[in-house]
């Protein structure tokens, strides 16, 4: 999608936090001592300036806090500007923001919750050699260590505490709250440490707004009145390329608008050639353009297209663009609500809707998006697919629909 060419070399991350905003924010520590900051598209954000790179940072509220091995924490603004600066007993090891707040874990084990004003608040001895992470949950912090892990409550208090015996690498913890650690025994322990602690709540994808792909059309049509389907195909080229070249960057959200806005058929409506109104139908009226804008909306990975491509799959006319949707469906691999599974079960569930390459590509949808899943929850894709082989298709639609239902029934080894 893009790249960045930072001044100087790299010396940590890239770090990727989430605002209380719901902005994505993506940052790296130059060895130059200056922390930069990315949109997702690849929008340069900020430069913030230091003398020598951090040994740790995390988000605090929409800015960040950087921690260093002299004990200094310092807290910038997205714009650079200095919020706080304050100065610990202990080297910083490492951080983890928690809205408008962040805990901090020292040399020594020690953790400390530094608020928005940056005054510590609650200050805990973990009591875990060589403590070398932190982690923030809904209602716990756990810091972890090769010999150990230790559970706060948010008033900084000590839960509970684990020693880990003969293990040389770092343990793990799953949201069920089970620590995981490879012993030098050439065995993996797992202990039941927590109850579940539940993942950080992240921001929710905002899909595609119609009506600003339909926007999106309109401005087209307003700088550009001829545009049509060789224009189309034109641009959808040109946002192919630079896909392929990773050079879309700060692009790409308009680049899925204009694809939404082709692959719906938003186009504007032209005269007919023999008078009156415009013939009905999407626009581009080729089926080209359209099937083309769906495969690029595949190729842009991006859940928020997933309504769009559910759409042009139920709603339009050609079953060449109908495939292309079902195959970047699948490619996305991501159905949030389940709203492409029941599409997939209506679209099934029609005589004569779909042709041949429209149900083998459905069946491969349906297997995409349930290995992204991991489980077989809602089974309406299921459904689909048992259809599909029992209709009166070629050899190739049953032997792919088998050949799925096999492999996701499976167990896995």
């Given at each position: 999608?893009?790249?960045?060419?930072?001044?100087?070399?790299?010396?940590?991350?890239?770090?990727?936090?989430?605002?209380?905003?719901?902005?994505?924010?993506?940052?790296?520590?130059?060895?130059?001592?200056?922390?930069?900051?990315?949109?997702?598209?690849?929008?340069?954000?900020?430069?913030?300036?230091?003398?020598?790179?951090?040994?740790?940072?995390?988000?605090?509220?929409?800015?960040?806090?950087?921690?260093?091995?002299?004990?200094?924490?310092?807290?910038?603004?997205?714009?650079?500007?200095?919020?706080?600066?304050?100065?610990?007993?202990?080297?910083?090891?490492?951080?983890?923001?928690?809205?408008?707040?962040?805990?901090?874990?020292?040399?020594?084990?020690?953790?400390?919750?530094?608020?928005?004003?940056?005054r510590p608040g609650a200050v805990a001895n973990t009591g875990v050699p060589d403590a070398r992470e932190i982690r923030v949950f809904p209602q716990r912090v756990l810091v972890l260590?090769?010999?150990?892990?230790?559970?706060?409550?948010?008033?900084?208090?000590?839960?509970?505490?684990?020693?880990?015996?003969?293990?040389?690498?770092?343990?793990?913890?799953?949201?069920?709250?089970?620590?995981?650690?490879?012993?030098?025994?050439?065995?993996?322990?797992?202990?039941?440490?927590?109850?579940?602690?539940?993942?950080?709540?992240?921001?929710?994808?905002?899909?595609?707004?119609?009506?600003?792909?339909?926007?999106?059309?309109?401005?087209?049509?307003?700088?550009?009145?001829?545009?049509?389907?060789?224009?189309?195909?034109?641009?959808?080229?040109?946002?192919?390329?630079?896909?392929?070249?990773?050079?879309?960057?700060?692009?790409?959200?308009?680049?899925?608008?204009?694809?939404?806005?082709?692959?719906?058929?938003?186009?504007?409506?032209?005269?007919?050639?023999?008078?009156?109104?415009?013939?009905?139908?999407?626009?581009?009226?080729?089926?080209?353009?359209?099937?083309?804008?769906?495969?690029?909306?595949?190729?842009?990975?991006?859940?928020?297209?997933?309504?769009?491509?559910?759409?042009?799959?139920?709603?339009?006319?050609?079953?060449?663009?109908?495939?292309?949707?079902?195959?970047?469906?699948?490619?996305?691999?991501?159905?949030?609500?389940?709203?492409?599974?029941?599409?997939?079960?209506?679209?099934?569930?029609?005589?004569?809707?779909?042709?041949?390459?429209?149900?083998?590509?459905?069946?491969?949808?349906?297997?995409?998006?349930?290995?992204?899943?991991?489980?077989?929850?809602?089974?309406?894709?299921?459904?689909?697919?048992?259809?599909?082989?029992?209709?009166?298709?070629?050899?190739?639609?049953?032997?792919?629909?088998?050949?799925?239902?096999?492999?996701?029934?499976e167990p896995v080894r």
């Open positions: 999608l893009w790249f960045a060419e930072p001044p100087a070399p790299i010396a940590a991350g890239p770090v990727v936090r989430f605002t209380p905003s719901g902005k994505t924010r993506v940052s790296l520590a130059l060895r130059d001592g200056n922390v930069l900051e990315y949109a997702e598209d690849g929008t340069p954000l900020a430069a913030l300036p230091g003398a020598e790179a951090p040994s740790a940072w995390c988000g605090l509220g929409d800015g960040l806090l950087l921690g260093y091995r002299d004990g200094t924490v310092l807290a910038r603004g997205l714009e650079g500007r200095e919020v706080f600066r304050t100065r610990l007993a202990a080297p910083v090891l490492a951080a983890a923001g928690d809205g408008d707040a962040a805990w901090l874990l020292l040399a020594g084990g020690k953790v400390v919750r530094m608020g928005a004003d940056g260590g090769p010999r150990g892990v230790a559970s706060l409550a948010k008033d900084g208090q000590v839960y509970r505490d684990l020693a880990l015996r003969h293990a040389p690498r770092m343990p793990a913890v799953t949201a069920s709250g089970i620590v995981l650690s490879a012993g030098e025994d050439w065995i993996l322990y797992a202990y039941r440490f927590e109850g579940p602690l539940g993942e950080p709540a992240l921001p929710a994808p905002g899909y595609v707004d119609f009506s600003a792909a339909r926007a999106r059309a309109d401005e087209e049509a307003f700088w550009n009145p001829g545009f049509g389907d060789d224009a189309a195909l034109r641009e959808l080229r040109r946002i192919e390329k630079s896909l392929g070249s990773a050079s879309i960057g700060a692009e790409e959200g308009d680049a899925l608008l204009f694809c939404s806005a082709v692959a719906l058929g938003y186009g504007a409506r032209e005269a007919s050639v023999y008078g009156g109104s415009a013939p009905p139908g999407p626009r581009p009226s080729g089926a080209l353009p359209r099937a083309l804008a769906c495969d690029i909306l595949g190729m842009l990975g991006s859940p928020r297209a997933v309504p769009v491509l559910t759409e042009a799959y139920l709603r339009d006319p050609e079953p060449s663009v109908r495939s292309s949707a079902a195959r970047a469906i699948g490619r996305i691999g991501l159905d949030l609500t389940g709203e492409a599974l029941r599409a997939f079960q209506g679209a099934a569930d029609r005589e004569f809707f779909l042709d041949e390459p429209g149900a083998l590509a459905t069946i491969d949808a349906v297997e995409g998006i349930y290995r992204a899943l991991g489980e077989l929850s809602d089974t309406g894709g299921v459904r689909a697919v048992l259809r599909l082989a029992d209709k009166p298709y070629g050899p190739a639609v049953r032997s792919r629909a088998l050949a799925a239902l096999r492999r996701l029934t």
